[in-house]
């Protein structure tokens, strides 16, 4: 099929239309995301490609969600993208970065040309989760469902949890959850992504090959998860920076007696790896593992994740599920969602201060002492807020640095799929282990 003919997008999904309002009216989650006495009156949304007037048109009532095609002028908002994306979007398993109209807006960290949302982006705020279950539901009944892997199940768990009062630079003291698991003699600490919590490494924790090799520990940072408050805060004023962040680490290893640690974190935490490599001294790491990571990352702010109008709670796990490998475990990419809907108000917002344009290592990267603190990066090849390509361009200003990109996996590896991403892991630390000159 050429793409030429998704111009006219209608007539590429019509006939997957009588299905999908079949199953809208029996989905457990579009029932549970319309299911609410405060949608008291129906609104209707669209998709289209870019040049194109004719649309596919959804209608949400309370309760339900009805499609059909019409005029993309009927709709309160719009999703346009251009006609070779949805091709690609509606292919069974997508190819990386079509697996979410948020990568097709946002693809490689640059507005596209053709691709926007058109009316009301208050409205598209509003109705994220909506429009992203129509989505799939869309794209299965057309072409069948993406095969995901299926994760495996434990009777048992390896995890201990305790809290400990640390005392940090900016931040200050803070009671702050941690957990600990293996009996390996290689110390690693973990670290969450911007908005979430520690939990993220339970898989990780949890894995056989990973418990005999090491002694993990992952921490909630203050303000997150299960950890409290910090001194000064209050809701919605948090923010992050390098010395709050690296300050933090520094203080948690000495406080909970990590010696020759190892750090690991994805996302905004993977950033902070690249910080605490310039500051390995002073925090006291043998090396990092920067997951999703960059020397520099800037990105059109939006500030739906802290906004009077929206539901946080709903609207911020929507803005990082696109992140994540179509192929990872349901039950992995749900319990993603579920620590993003979670988190207190302006937490995620804040945590991206640094990630956007905060940290910026451009002229830092030259200077890391590799023998000292190897660096070894990890990319998901799904990931369209950090590409593989942006953590090689990294890696190449590091001398002696080692970049790896990670194949089936997105924004969220070590959750994503446990397994999978272990085997990378193993590599890393193994190569840090041969290079380090203590």
Same mark, same amino acid.
């Given at each position: 099929m050429s793409a030429h003919a998704w111009t006219d997008l209608p007539s590429q999904v019509e006939s997957a239309i009588p299905k999908v309002n079949d199953i809208a009216?029996?989905? /457990?989650?579009?029932?549970?995301?319309?299911?609410?006495?405060?949608i008291d009156s129906a609104t209707t949304w669209g998709v289209k490609s870019h040049g194109s007037d004719s649309a596919i048109l959804c209608t949400v009532k309370r309760g339900s969600a009805e499609l059909r095609t019409g005029s993309s002028k009927d709709a309160l908002f719009c999703l346009v993208a251009q006609p070779e994306q949805w091709q690609e979007f509606f292919k069974q398993t997508p190819v990386a970065p079509y697996q979410s109209f948020w990568v097709?807006?946002?693809?490689?960290?640059?507005?596209?040309? /053709?691709?926007?949302?058109?009316?009301d982006e208050q409205a598209f705020a509003t109705w994220t989760q909506v429009w992203r279950r129509v989505l799939e539901l869309l794209h299965d009944a057309l072409v069948g469902e993406t095969p995901a892997e299926a994760e495996p199940e434990r009777d048992d768990d390896a995890i201990v949890g305790r809290y400990a009062y640390i005392t940090a630079p900016v931040w200050g003291r803070c009671k702050c959850f941690y957990e600990q698991s293996g009996a390996g003699s290689q110390e690693i600490l973990f670290l969450h992504t911007a908005g979430s919590d520690s939990r993220q490494y339970h898989g990780v924790m949890n894995d056989e090959r990973m418990l005999e090799k090491c002694h993990m520990t992952a921490i909630d940072l203050p303000a997150h998860g299960r950890s409290f408050p910090y001194e000064g805060y209050w809701? /919605?004023?948090?923010?992050?920076?390098?010395?709050?962040?690296? /300050?933090?680490?520094?203080?948690?290893?000495?406080?909970?007696?990590?010696?020759n640690a190892i750090v690991c974190g994805a996302s905004m935490a993977g950033q902070v790896c690249l910080a605490v490599a310039t500051r390995s001294k002073e925090v006291g790491a043998m090396g990092t593992i920067p997951m999703q990571g960059c020397d520099y990352l800037t990105m059109e702010r939006q500030w739906h994740d802290r906004s009077p109008h929206t539901n946080q709670a709903l609207y911020n796990p929507e803005w990082i599920y696109g !992140? !994540?490998?179509?192929?990872?475990?349901i039950v992995n990419r749900q319990l993603v969602w579920h620590m993003y809907s979670a988190q207190a108000y302006g937490i995620f917002h804040g945590d991206l201060d640094f990630y956007f344009g905060g940290w910026d290592g451009r002229d830092r990267m030259k200077d890391i002492d590799t023998k000292s603190c190897p660096v070894y990066m990890l990319t998901g090849e799904y990931d369209w807020s950090n590409t593989p390509a942006m953590s090689q361009a990294t890696c190449d200003k590091i001398p002696g640095g080692k970049h790896m990109p990670m194949k089936g996996l997105g924004h969220f590896?070590?959750?994503?799929?446990p397994?999978?991403?272990v085997g990378y892991l193993l590599e890393a630390i193994d190569h840090i282990q041969k290079t380090h000159q203590g």
């Open positions: 009216n029996k989905d /457990g989650q579009l029932k549970a995301f319309t299911t609410t006495n405060a097709l807006t946002l693809e490689q960290n640059i507005k596209q040309e /053709g691709i926007s949302v058109e009316g809701p /919605g004023n948090h923010t992050n920076t390098e010395d709050s962040y690296v /300050g933090f680490i520094a203080a948690a290893i000495k406080k909970l007696g990590l010696k !992140m !994540m490998s179509p192929t990872a475990p590896p070590a959750t994503e799929n397994k999978v991403f």
